[in-house]
C-alpha cells in the first residue's frame, strides 16, 4: 500500500497544498497529521489541517495537535504577511468543517503511537518548525527504528527568506532543529529553499489547477496572499510550494537528487540564528573523526516535479 507517511505541518498555504498532495495519492498510507505553530499560531495550524483533510474526503486520518511555541527561547514572529492572517489567505472558514474530532492525544503521543503499531519503515515528513520532531526523539528514542527516513523541508544553502541567514523553519526554533538534523542518528533528506524556490509555479499552472475541478479550485482559492507576497519574492506572477516539493520527494523517493554533506545550525543569538550551515569542503583536515552526513536535496527535473504535482492534486495518478 505504498508510502507509509506522517506529515507534521503549520498551515500555511505551500502546507496545503503538500497536505492534498499526500492525501490525494492512493500509493500513499498518510497514517496520521501532526501540527505545530509556525506559520500561524497552532489553533490556526490545527483548524487549518483538520479542515484540509476534510477537503480531500479524508476524515479518516487523525490530527493532533503538538507545540505551540519553540523549545526554549519564545517566538515572536509568524508569517501572516506571506500566508494570510489566518494562514489560509483569509479562506479558511471557506473550507469544509471537520467531521473528525481533533485527536485527544498530542502531536508527540500520536507520533509514538503510530510509529510503535507500525509494521514497515514510516517515513515522516516536517514542513513546519521541528519542535514535535525533536520532542518525539527525546521523549522516545526507540521510535528511531520504526522510522525510515524523515524528509523535512527546511534551511538554506545560500540565503534565508526569515533573515539573511536563516530559512523559517529552521529559524522558527534552531534548537529544535539543531536536535534533528546534527544530534539524531535519524536517516534525514533535508530539501533546502535554494531548491524549492527553483520549482516555483506560475499562474498558468495555478489556472490549470484551478480547471481540474472543486478540489483544484479551493485549492487555487487559498492563494491570494501567498502569491501577493512571492510576486515580489520572485519578481514574477508565480508562489514557491515548498512544502509540497519534500512532501513529494517522501512520497516519490528519488525525484530530487541529493548528496551528502554534514550539517551544523547556528542556535546563537546573533544575526546568524537558524542559519544551516552545510559542510560541502570536498576534503577536511586530515586526521579529522568522520562525522555525521545527511542527504541534502540539491537537483531535480523542475519541470517533471510541477507535472507530478498537478496531476496528483488534479486527481491523476
Ligand atoms: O521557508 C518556507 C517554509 O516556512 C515552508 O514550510 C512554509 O510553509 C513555512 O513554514
Ligand atoms: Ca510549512
Known amino acids: 500500500m505504498g508510502t507509509k507517511l506522517i506529515i507534521d505541518t503549520d498551515p500555511g498555504v505551500d502546507d496545503a497544498f503538500a497536505i492534498a498532495l499526500a492525501a490525494l495519492s492512493t500509493d500513499v498510507d498518510l497514517l496520521g497529521v501532526t ?3 509556525g506559520n500561524v ?6 483548524i487549518n489541517a483538520r479542515r484540509l483533510l476534510q477537503l480531500c474526503d479524508r476524515p479518516d486520518v487523525p490530527v493532533a495537535a503538538g507545540a505551540s511555541r519553540p523549545l526554549v527561547y519564545p517566538n515572536p514572529y509568524s508569517a501572516e504577511y506571506v500566508h494570510g492572517v489566518d494562514g489560509l489567505s483569509g479562506r479558511s472558514e471557506a473550507l469544509p468543517e471537520p467531521a473528525r474530532p481533533l485527536d ?5 503521543s500520536l507520533l509514538y503511537s503510530l510509529l510503535k503499531a507500525a509494521d514497515e519503515p514510516v ?3 516536517p514542513i513546519g518548525p521541528l519542535t514535535n520532531i525533536a520532542l518525539l526523539l527525546a521523549a522516545h528514542p526507540g521510535v528511531r527504528e520504526k522510522i525510515g527516513r524523515i524528509v523535512i523541508m527546511g534551511g538554506a544553502l545560500d540565503h534565508g527568506n526569515m533573515t539573511a541567514a536563516a530559512e523559517f ?14 544530534e539524531e542518528d535519524v536517516p534525514v533528506v533535508l530539501v533546502p529553499m535554494d531548491l524549492t524556490y527553483r520549482c516555483a509555479v506560475d499562474t498558468a499552472w495555478l489556472a490549470e489547477l484551478a480547471a481540474s475541478g472543486p478540489l483544484g ?7 491570494p496572499d501567498y502569491l501577493a507576497h512571492y510576486r515580489k519574492a520572485l519578481g514574477w506572477e508565480g508562489i514557491v510550494l515548498h512544502d509540497a516539493v519534500a512532501v513529494a520527494e517522501a512520497i516519490r523517493p528519488g525525484l530530487l537528487r541529493t548528496e551528502s554533506f554534514p550539517i551544523d545550525v547556528d542556535c546563537g543569538l546573533g544575526p546568524a540564528r537558524g542559519a544551516t550551515l552545510v559542510d560541502r569542503r570536498r576534503r577536511r583536515e586530515p586526521g579529522t573523526q568522520p562525522v555525521r552526513t545527511i542527504e541534502i536535496a540539491v537537483d ?5 516535479l510541477g507535472k507530478f504535482v498537478l496531476a496528483r492534486l488534479s486527481g491523476g495518478q
Open 300 to 304: 531535480t527535473d523542475v519541470d517533471a
Open 35 to 37: 501540527t505545530v505553530f
Open 217 to 223: 479550485t479551493m485549492l487555487e482559492s487559498l492563494t
Open 123 to 125: 517515513t515522516i515528513a
Open 104 to 108: 485527544e492525544r498530542d502531536a508527540v
Open 169 to 182: 523553519n529552521i529559524w522558527s526554533d534552531p534548537e529544535a532543529a539543531r536536535r534533528v538534523l546534527v
Open 41 to 46: 499560531p497552532l489553533a490556526a495550524t490545527t
